[in-house]
């Protein structure tokens, strides 16, 4: 998938990434290796570079350098090679913009969770965060993100992707729940039908009455926001990559 792209390379955009793979320019080896219609020889010798850059970032691990490179729509690219340390955010607040009550990061297998009077310390959660090579949320470019930065005065270092971007450019529009019934991605019957606003209702409960149950049903809600962000990223990510691409990458 990322080693399908040129849109890091100066001057090219989608169309002529298109125009490069109708004309079997496939990946980075097949641009390095063949000639190239409608590019000089200078300008062939600077992206053959920018491509070398690539191949070492890649080679290093480096999933920053192309957050800097690829335009910001595009980021969701780094999924395939960076999935297996990818981690999955979500947060929850009191109803306030600016008022933190619970993070979760999970690696789509196990979550980790911060609770504000507990445990959500400001250099934790940002030492869980930068573990990742991406961090992936929904609508999190809008919400998730800019509340943690304005809570704790911290914005992730790594790559994003907005999966709420992700799904709207493959047809699946609304809220994270109802894209999940709309693939048959289940949640457990304890939160099921339980909403944002529930959650803002729990953290009120929780402080009111210290009923650990409030705090569980809130701490579990945010957990699977998290995690069903996994398998939400393989299908959609896959299928977007499908009908850019043309064909359909394997991601487990």
């Known amino acids: 998938?990322?080693?399908?792209?040129?849109?890091?390379?100066?001057?090219?955009?989608?169309?002529?990434?298109?125009?490069?793979?109708?004309?079997?320019?496939?990946?980075?080896?097949?641009?390095?290796?063949?000639?190239l219609k409608g590019i000089s020889s200078a300008k062939k010798e600077r992206h053959d570079a920018q491509i070398m850059g690539a191949k070492k970032a890649m080679a290093d691990f480096n999933s920053s350098y192309f957050s800097q490179k690829l335009p910001k729509s595009e980021t969701?690219?780094?999924?395939k090679d960076f999935k297996d340390e990818a981690c999955f955010l979500d947060i929850e607040t009191?109803?306030?913009?600016?008022d933190v009550t619970v993070i979760g990061v999970s690696d789509g297998f196990e979550t980790k969770t911060f609770v504000k009077g507990i445990n959500l310390n400001r250099n934790k959660v940002i030492e869980e965060i930068e573990k990742y090579k991406l961090v992936l949320t929904f609508n999190g470019g809008s919400f998730d993100l800019p509340v943690i930065k304005k809570y704790?005065?911290?914005?992730?270092?790594?790559?994003?992707?907005?999966?709420?971007?992700?799904?709207?450019?493959?047809?699946?529009?609304?809220?994270?729940?109802?894209i999940e019934q709309q693939l048959g991605i289940k949640r457990d019957?304890?939160?099921?039908?339980?909403?944002?606003?529930?959650?803002?209702?729990?953290?009120?409960?929780?402080?009111?009455?210290?009923e650990k149950k409030y705090l569980e049903l809130l701490v579990q809600y945010n957990r699977e926001d998290c995690e069903n962000l996994r398998p939400l990223s393989n299908f959609a990510i896959a299928e977007l990559w499908k009908r850019t691409f043309n064909f359909s990458p394997i991601i487990h």
């Open 1 to 35: 998938m990322l080693q399908n792209t040129f849109l890091f390379l100066d001057g090219i955009r989608h169309g002529r990434e298109k125009a490069l793979w109708n004309q079997g320019i496939k990946d980075w080896n097949d641009f390095l290796s063949k000639d």
């Open 189 to 210: 019957a304890e939160v099921k039908t339980v909403t944002g606003s529930d959650a803002v209702i729990f953290w009120e409960l929780w402080k009111r009455t210290r």
């Open 76 to 79: 969701w690219r780094l999924f």
């Open 94 to 98: 009191s109803g306030y913009y600016s």
């Open 152 to 178: 704790f005065g911290y914005y992730p270092g790594i790559p994003h992707i907005d999966l709420r971007h992700v799904c709207s450019k493959i047809g699946l529009n609304g809220g994270l729940k109802s």
